[in-house]
């Protein structure tokens, strides 16, 4: 049973093409979070989603654009991408009485030539 | 500071001993603290976890050490195993569900 999925898996595209990844949670959660993990591994959060509503959103530049249809997805567009934008993105979820507790997705590999 | 600095950045560590990675931190406020797993290609998978008013918390062969005068926490592995050979993550919660993460060890355990 997968408790939060990611789609595409990998995803290799043009300087300056829009992509989606999208991601799906089946664990009852309510808040959602977009990470993303760089070169280095490090780790580093960009949105986090309550409800269908926006709560945490980073210094992130405004080519990304998360959307949440319902509390079980949440969607991470990007437009115009970038060499730098290239990393492994992951999606989690958690109950908003236990935002600390975060389960993750298996990530996006995200490679933008 | 929102920031977590964790050492060291690798560690090799023979089959059976004892694996310690450690993290420190500036903001009070922070007020949870959980270590993550992460294995090649895989997403973090939540290990261990501890509240600051709470020293010591141990699950299994995993313990978390925590000294909240010196905002420093550890994480302790005995008798590491190969499969324990994976990246680590400490973190520290924000304002209800902000993660800020440490850099992350690399882990060998050799056999």
């Known amino acids: 049973d997968t408790a939060v999925s990611q789609t595409p898996k990998y995803l290799v595209t043009q300087m300056g093409n829009d992509k989606s990844i999208k991601c799906e949670q089946n664990?009852?959660?309510?808040?959602m979070y977009w990470y993303k993990q760089d070169s280095k591994k490090f780790l580093k959060i960009m949105f986090s989603?309550?409800?269908?509503?926006?709560?945490i959103n980073e210094t992130v530049p405004n080519r990304f654009s998360p959307k949440s249809p319902d509390k079980a997805h949440l969607n991470l567009h990007i437009n115009s991408l970038e060499l730098g934008d290239s990393a492994v993105y992951f999606c989690?979820?958690?109950?908003?009485?236990?935002?600390?507790?975060?389960?993750f997705g298996p990530g996006t590999r995200l490679l933008v030539l | 500071q929102q920031q977590v600095k964790q050492s060291p950045q690798s560690l090799i560590v023979q089959k059976g001993g004892i694996s310690i990675i450690n993290c420190a931190y500036e903001?009070?406020?922070?007020?949870?603290f959980p270590w993550y797993q992460q294995f090649p290609g895989k997403g973090p998978a939540l290990l261990i976890a501890?509240?600051?008013?709470?020293s010591e918390k141990k699950e299994g062969r995993f313990t978390i050490s925590f000294n909240k005068s010196a905002k420093q926490f550890s994480l302790h592995i005995m008798d590491s195993q190969p499969g324990d050979s994976a990246t680590y993550f400490c973190?520290?919660?924000?304002?209800?569900?902000?993660?800020?993460f440490g850099q992350g060890t690399e882990l060998s355990v050799k056999p």
């Open positions: 664990l009852g959660h309510d808040t």
């Open positions: 501890i509240r600051p008013d709470v």
């Open positions: 973190a520290a919660n924000y304002l209800g569900g902000k993660l800020i």
């Open positions: 989690a979820s958690s109950l908003s009485g236990n935002q600390e507790t975060q389960y």
């Open positions: 903001n009070t406020a922070f007020d949870y």
């Open positions: 989603y309550n409800n269908k509503e926006l709560i």
